[in-house]
């Protein structure tokens, strides 16, 4: 199984702050990476795939990079919303495999 | 706008099947463009694929569940399955029935699954 790590596992940040989370894989995913959101007590939500596709009614502040074994989601100002835990997740091969995730909290 | 909702029993004892339906709306199960997937949260092993389907009948078990699980589909109800044998403790978590195959929306809201005696 592919292997993903997270870092960090969790961070506090304010409300207008720029959060980076990394995703890193155990090998090559070319582009296939895409990234959830939950919040507690919630089902995961789609928030990008194939790397940067945001999805539909995802705020423009989200954003997905990287190839390969590296990925990065930013969220360029956090909106109370945003506080939540964020899962990477890979789609190369069977079977899928998610990250352990990072929790952002409100510093 | 499609929706999915997992029922099924939220206690089941040690040893026995465990036993899911996904009850699909705004969608078809016989859908050409989808799979359709089970995945469970545990506190311990986090988000894990157990398997998905295809209406045409064909699966994809994950290899730490393979020798114990089935996913089939019930075309006429727009339902699909899980059926986990032989549990134990720690297939305690929150199950989730989900459209997709390689990124997974929609989720359903989840279901409980407390395996105890």
């Keep these: 199984d592919i292997q993903l ?63 390969g074994t590296e990925f990065t989601l930013t969220i360029t100002s956090l909106q109370p919303e945003d506080f939540a835990t964020y899962y990477c997740q890979q789609f190369y091969n069977d079977p899928r495999t998610f990250g352990p995730g990072t929790q952002v909290d409100i510093k | 706008q499609v929706q999915l909702q997992e029922s099924g029993p939220g206690l089941v004892k040690p040893s026995e099947t465990l036993s899911l339906t996904c009850s699909v709306s705004g969608d078809s199960v016989t859908s050409p463009d989808y799979r359709w997937s089970w995945i469970r ?15 045409r009948g064909s699966t994809v078990y994950s290899p730490s569940f393979k020798s114990r699980v089935t996913i089939s589909v019930d075309v006429s109800k727009n339902t699909f399955s899980l059926k986990l044998n032989s549990v134990t403790a720690a297939d305690t978590g929150v199950y989730y029935c989900v459209r997709g195959g390689e990124w997974f929306d929609p989720w359903g809201q989840g279901i409980l699954v407390t395996v105890s005696s």
């Design chain 1, 5 to 67: 790590t997270q870092s960090p596992s969790f961070l506090s940040a304010s409300v207008g702050d720029r959060v980076t989370i990394a995703c890193r894989a155990s090998q090559g995913l070319s582009t296939n990476l895409a990234w959830y959101q939950q919040k507690p007590g919630k089902a995961p939500q789609l928030l990008i795939s194939s790397v940067s596709i945001l999805q539909s009614g995802v705020p423009s502040r989200f954003s997905g990079t990287g190839s």
């Design chain 2, 41 to 55: 949260q545990t506190p311990e092993k986090g988000l894990e694929c157990i398997g998905n389907m295809y209406y």
